[in-house]
């Protein structure tokens, strides 16, 4: 048999692959995870993209207030938040200086009062300048609570502001809407933002002090103008006196003078212009020697941040206002005067750059009081001149031929037989001796007149203040005094009889019309309890008068009209009454004009 041959074992048939199901893969997570990754970065994009929009928009404007109320706004839109605010730290770290405010209409704000101080939460960022950021500000132990009338707000982000390393405010947001709390992703954006703003809050401040520059030059340029338009150097001084106060956003501005010679220790000085509020209560006044004076004449200036809570401020209507600034005006190494400006109470304090404008626009003021010197020297040479002059043409000429017709005149009264020709050219003789003293006193008075460097007392100032208004009347007024004027008027009342005049006479260069105008000061006058003078004689004081002295202003002009505005006298009277006088109009002596009088007890 042959054998059978050895078969192949068969092949196993292979296992058929299983595919699993798409359901055990989790496919719908990677699904759902790759879907909000997307709706995240979605969202990321456009927080981006409203970033970058907002960077964009707070950077549109130079003006530094509305660029304040653009970052305020941008960073409410960006974190959904419903009421957002910038607040401006003030100098020194202390609360705050400026406060923008968005989401709360004007009513509201209105009822809510003054705006924060910068105290409770909103203290807390100034104090440690890090971001802040909590669920419920009303349960934070630093929160000092609402005002009345004032928005609930429970969710706060605050982020500091800083332009070049220095805090500059601090953004606050309340209330993200939708009532839930703000995310770190929230103080993130706001961080970044608040990096931009810094940046444009620079260029708002550096275009700002650009603008301040260029209106203290075109102010030294007007001072300079009206300087070299007009006669009277001095005239540019009631210039500088408006743009300094415009200039400073002060109320007041005023520029002052020394009374004596300049360097002597014992010097002060005097308010010669001023512009703005109570400018006519300061204008003419003397500065106390304990005042800021002394140190202006010695060359030093002065900044108070409050003069109402200063202990050093000795001026009394000073402490009606808040940060004050004095310069000095110095010229060729001399303290010719002050510059001195008064903002209101509670105003910002004056800052280094206009504290430097402000000695630079001193400097253009010494330069008008240099030039008003030398047209003041220039007058009185030229003066003195013309009388020397005049004295001589009266010495050589007029008294030798006065003295040669007397001598003619003697010489024909020898000659003379009818007596009562002899007697006649005797009396002749008589009035050209006369004659003669009274040119030989008026040369006397030409050659040594000395009134120029007379000291500054009330009837010097009351002589000033008719030359100031010649320029508005057209011609100077005549002035008399009666009575030892300056030994029995005293400051108080000599200051506000300066005023009462100032008054009377602008009144008069303004609406009388007139081409003469006399003023006289009678110190020998008694008052009645009303104030009207009851006769100048000493019986009249056991009559019940009591000393004064009335001030007359009389005018040859058109009158007071009837019906007319009496505004100027019903002030005339009030403060002559406060002073225990009384303040009237008549009509005048020239069968026309006014006479305005105004007494006050001495």
Known sequence: MDPTPDLPEPTPEPTPHRVPEIASLGLDTLVTEVAER??????????????????????????????????ATGAAELVDARYAALGVIAPGGHGLADFVHVGIDDATADGIGDLPAGRGILGALIDRPEPLRLADLRTDPRSSGFPPHHPCMKTFLGVPIRVRE???????????????????????????????????????????EGRRRERWIAGAAAVTT???????????LTVAAEQVRELADAALGMILLPTGPVGEQDGQMRVAHASGEAAEFVRGELLPKDSFAARLLAGDSVHLDDMSSDPTVVI?????????????????????????????????PFTDSEKQLAETFASQAALALRLAEGQRDQQRLAVFQDRDRIARDLHDLVIQRLFATGMMLESAARRAVVPEVKAGIGNAVDELDATIQEVRTTIYALQHDNHGDAPDTLRTRVLREASQTAAALGFKPSVSFVGPVESLVGENTGRQLLAALREMLSNTARHARASRVGVEIDATVHLSDDGRPVGGDPESLDRGGRPGVLLSVTDDGVGIPQGGRRSGLLNLTRRAEALGGAAWHERGPYRKGTVVRRTARL
């Open 316 to 348: 009394r209507l000073a402490r009606s206002f808040g940060p004050s600034m004095a310069v000095p005006m110095v010229a060729a190494g001399r303290v010719l005067g002050g510059l001195c400006v008064w903002r209101p109470r509670g105003a910002l």
């Open 166 to 208: 220095e805090v500059f405010g601090n953004l606050y947001l309340t209330e993200k809407k939708g009532g839930g709390a703000f995310t770190p992703e929230d103080e993130q954006v706001v961080h970044a933002l608040a990096a931009a703003a810094g940046v444009a809050i620079e260029n708002s401040r550096l275009y700002e």
């Open 226 to 236: 009206a300087l070299l338009s007009t006669e009277q150097a001095e005239g540019a």
């Open 38 to 71: 997307l709706q995240s970065a979605a969202a990321v994009t456009d927080r981006m993209q409203r970033l970058l929009e907002a960077v964009v928009s707070i950077g549109a404007g130079l003006d530094l207030h509305a660029t304040l109320h653009r970052i």
